[in-house]
Each structure stands twice: as C-alpha cells, then as structure tokens.
C-alpha cells in the first residue's frame, strides 16, 4: 500500500482505492457520495491533487481505509518488531510514548490500537531487561554479566554499526562519514573481530569515495 503513504503526506486522513469496470485501479481518498455518484480526490502528481465525481454504475469495486489503517501503514508501525540492536532504556521509552501511546489515544477501540497495544507490551518487557542491564546486540539477548565483560567488543559493534549507517544515509558525506566512522574503528578497537568484518565494507566506500571525489575534481 504505497499509495497510503503519499496520501497521508498530502495531508489525507484516509485512502481507498476504487476499480472501475473497465479494469482501472484508481488509488483515492472519497470526499463524498450520492446514491449514484461518488466524488474522490487523487494525486495527479506527488504534489498535486485533483477531484473527480464519477458515477457509481462504473464503479466494479469499492476498497475503503480507515484513517486508523492509513496511519499505521504510512508510519510502519508494524515494522517496530524485531527491535533494532543496542536500544537504550530511553530509545524504547521514546517509542512508546511519542509514537504508540499516541496512536492508541487517536484510535481508541479500532484493530489497530489493538495491534500496537501488543507491541507496547513487547517493547516493555524489552524495556525492562535493558534496565536490568541487558543488551540485544545480533538480534540476541546478552546477559547484565556478559556486558559487563565484553563492552570493549560492544563498543566496538556500536561502531561498526554506526559506520554502516552513515553510508546508508541519502547526503553527499555519506561515504566520507562512514570512513571516518571507521577510523575510529580501526584506531580504538583494532583487536575486536568487528574490526576485520569492516574492512572490506570500509575498502567499498573508498571506492565509491573516489569516484564521488573524482566527479568534483571534473
């Protein structure tokens, strides 16, 4: 449901998609009907909208979304879970509050509060083993004991994640942020085995910072 994205951007509070009996699909948001018509509104472009009434005798079937369904697409509540790795106490709080408890408390009683209740419920009891002093690093679960004994490769592994995560950013620096990101790598944590994993991603943004470094020279 791409189309829902777009739309709530566009400032819509819900979206529905019509199939004529000609075999269009026409992606919409419905502002009104008769008992022989139906008024939409659609994007001509990704900035531009327009209406258009047609009558409901063309029409071979109808598909509506609440504006609970477009909201929980558009903000990809669903992909919440699985967590990402090495979330602090305070990045899950942020979660719950700013984006799920707010959800709940504009769609209150519809499947989809339903649904993001579980996983406020998930996300707590995350919550609470990270405040116990765990850590999810992997997509495992470790122990308070082996954090305590390992921050130097978690350290690490927080490094070598954030250089991944620069170069995956849309901005011209990304290539030069992620290599800086990995120098820090290399010089602080040469021993760790997230050091080696680095290497030959590190040895492809060279490349591509080379290129990138060469089209500015011309």
């Known amino acids: 449901l791409l189309f829902i994205a777009a739309l709530l951007t566009a400032g819509s509070l819900s979206a529905d998609i019509i199939i004529l009996k000609t075999g269009e699909k ?23 909208s327009d209406t258009k009434t047609i009558p409901k005798a063309d029409i071979k079937e109808l ?22 790795d090495l979330m602090s106490a305070s990045d899950y709080e942020s979660i719950i509050q700013d984006d799920l408890r707010t959800f709940v408390a504009k769609y209150p009683g519809t499947p989809e509060a339903a649904e993001v209740e579980k996983i ?13 002093g765990q850590l999810k690093m992997e997509g495992r679960w470790l122990d308070a004991a082996t954090v305590k004994r390992d921050t130097y490769n978690i ?13 995956a950013e849309n901005k011209d620096t990304r290539y030069l942020e992620a290599l800086r990101a990995f120098e820090k790598l290399r010089t602080d944590y040469p021993v760790s085995s997230y050091f080696l994993k680095a290497i030959p991603e590190a040895q492809e943004y060279l490349k591509k910072f080379d290129v990138q470094l060469a089209d500015m020279i011309k």
Request: proline share 3%.
């Open 26 to 48: 026409i992606d919409c948001t419905i502002l009104s009907e008769t008992d022989t018509t139906l008024t939409y509104k659609y994007m001509l472009t990704a900035k531009i």
């Open 155 to 167: 350290d690490a592994y927080r490094q070598f994640m954030l250089m991944r995560e620069k170069a």
């Open 63 to 84: 598909t509506r979304f609440t504006p609970a369904q477009v909201e929980y697409e558009a903000k990809g509540l669903a992909k919440l879970l699985p967590t990402r």
């Open 120 to 132: 406020i419920a998930t996300l707590g009891e995350e919550k609470s083993k990270v405040v116990s």
